[in-house]
């Protein structure tokens, strides 16, 4: 069976169990600076609609700095969560990217 490819954000990935974690994090990578998408909303654009809690254990694992975990929320706006200083920090980090 052939792989099935799809875009996302001018990012080619292919849809494959072996490489969900990296999709995640291309896409998380993706995001502009001062903008957000949902848990839920990587996780559709990764290609597993209703995976948002694989993708919170993902980015709550995440120590790669080139890879923006503050940017990702939770469905209802509030920031959720951050491993590198909780939610406080997740807060500053966010604001101070709007401002610049």
Same mark, same amino acid.
């Given at each position: 069976?052939?792989?099935?490819?799809?875009?996302?954000?001018n990012?080619?990935?292919?849809?494959?169990?072996?490489n969900?974690?990296?999709?995640?994090?291309?896409i998380?990578?993706s995001?502009?600076k001062g903008e957000t998408?949902s848990?839920?909303?990587v996780?559709? +654009?990764a =290609?597993?609609?209703?995976?948002?809690?694989?993708? #919170?254990?993902? @980015? $709550?694992?995440?120590?790669?700095?080139?890879v923006?975990?503050?940017?990702?929320?939770? +469905?209802? =706006?509030?920031?959720g969560?951050?491993?590198?200083? #909780?939610?406080? @920090? $997740?807060?500053?980090?966010?604001?101070?990217?709007?401002?610049?």
């Amino acid at each position: 069976m052939p792989q099935e490819n799809f875009f996302y954000r001018n990012i080619r990935m292919e849809k494959s169990k072996n490489n969900f974690t990296e999709r995640v994090r291309a896409i998380v990578r993706s995001i502009p600076k001062g903008e957000t998408l949902s848990y839920g909303q990587v996780a559709a +654009a990764a =290609g597993a609609a209703g995976a948002a809690r694989a993708v #919170g254990s993902i @980015m $709550k694992n995440n120590y790669d700095k080139t890879v923006p975990c503050h940017r990702v929320i939770k +469905a209802d =706006g509030s920031v959720g969560e951050y491993n590198r200083g #909780g939610p406080e @920090m $997740k807060k500053k980090l966010l604001e101070a990217e709007l401002r610049s």
